[in-house]
């Protein structure tokens, strides 16, 4: 999956029609998109798939599947985008032989980090150690499997899905005596709750815009 430039990340979002968005822990993404096109965003009311607004249709989706969305959405409609994690559009690139998609970053302000953490009463200096060791990779749990995979075969770290989950990593983790890798918060608060430590931040998170392929880009993340 390619990066847009700055520029194009603006003018894409001013000609977006159809612009699919996070149903759950939307803010941050709606707040970076109403800055981008200057106007605000309608309330989602739970009860609706879609509204319209200002000549836009929002819709509403789970923010893990909105690269997928764009994708399939693309090649049928005209002037679609969607609001996600930058790591779900990794994931998305990580599990797919080819992508069309492209992201750009609609700030420059980090929402968080994907990073390998583990209980405070595991043993850190060995996790760390096996890393970077040239070890059997270490296994970990993680709702981002391809993340990890793809981190471990360009040898980034020496690491490995050994448990994929849809989420709630932190209790199984805890459960099985696993590390995890998940995301986490500019605040670390879910992490703090749970007794958890981070040992290795492994890559950093923005709220992006994905649009179908074709615009400018530049970098391969």
């Known amino acids: 999956m390619k990066n ?58 789970r923010g893990r599947d909105v690269p997928q969305v764009v994708e399939l959405a693309g090649a049928e409609m005209d002037g679609v985008v969607g609001l996600t994690g930058s790591e779900w559009c990794m994931e998305y690139a990580c599990n797919q032989r080819r992508t069309t998609t492209v992201m750009g970053k609609m700030t420059q302000k980090r929402m968080g980090r994907i990073a390998l953490i583990a209980p ?33 075969i360009m040898e980034r770290f020496n690491i ?33 709750q749970n007794n958890f430590v981070v040992i290795e931040n492994l890559l950093d998170v923005f709220p992006v815009l994905v649009a179908p392929g074709g615009g400018q880009t530049d970098e391969n993340i």
């Not at 993404?29 to 109403?34: E, I, K, M, P």
């Not at 060791?133 to 995979?149: D, K, M, Q, R």
């Not at 899905?161 to 879910?190: F, H, K, M, R, Y």
Request: charged share 25%; glycine share 8%.
């Open 4 to 61: 847009l430039n700055n520029i194009a990340v603006a003018e894409v979002a001013d000609e977006a029609k159809q612009v699919f968005v996070p149903n759950r822990y939307q803010k941050v993404f709606v707040a970076a998109f109403q800055e981008l096109i200057g106007e605000e965003i309608p309330k989602q009311d739970d009860r609706k798939a879609k509204v319209e607004s200002n000549g836009r249709t929002y819709w509403w989706v």
């Open 120 to 152: 405070e009463t595991a043993e850190i200096a060995r996790i760390k150690s096996r890393l970077r060791s040239g070890t059997y990779p270490l296994g970990v749990i993680t709702a981002y499997p391809g993340i990890v995979n793809g981190l471990g």
């Open 160 to 192: 490995l899905c050994q448990v994929a989950l849809n989420g709630g990593v932190e209790g199984v983790a805890e459960a099985i005596g696993l590390p995890a890798v998940d995301l986490v918060s500019n605040e670390a608060n879910t992490v703090k």
